[in-house]
Nanobody, 115 residues
Framework: QVQLVESGGGLVQPGGSLRLSCAAS????????MGWYRQAPGKQRELVAI???????IYGDSVKGRFTISRDNAKNTVFLQMNSLKPEDTAVYYC?????????WGQGTQVTVSS
């Protein structure tokens, strides 16, 4: 059974930092790209960042230069370091992977940027 469990969300002031983690079951992590997406109220879910199995990264335009995605293959975990946070970064953040045309999502973790 595939499981993705996010953690690390919370309330932070503008300009602050948070680090999100996504722990994946071993069978789905190895050799798969891992991604972070987010969805704000009333908006569509959007790409935040993706890291391939080989470490190649892609970022959404709104987070380039502020967020960093990384993975620890030994711990089956993908991270999202978020710096210089803005109120518009407020959203539920989801971890995603896929295999054989099937997408797997975590339950999401809330990030709120507010003073």
């Amino acid at each position: 059974q595939v499981q993705l469990v996010e953690s690390g969300g919370g309330l932070v002031q503008p300009g602050g930092s948070l680090r999100l983690s996504c722990a994946a079951s071993g069978s789905i992590f190895s050799g798969n790209a891992m991604g972070w997406y987010r969805q704000a109220p009333g908006k569509q879910r959007e790409l935040v960042a993706i890291v391939s199995s080989g470490g190649t990264t892609i970022y959404g335009d709104s987070v380039k230069g502020r967020f960093t995605i990384s993975r620890d293959n030994a711990k089956n975990t993908v991270f999202l370091q978020m710096n210089s946070l803005k109120p518009e970064d407020t959203a539920v953040y989801y971890c995603k992977t896929g295999r054989g045309g099937v997408a797997y999502w975590g339950q999401g973790t809330q990030v709120t940027v507010s003073s």
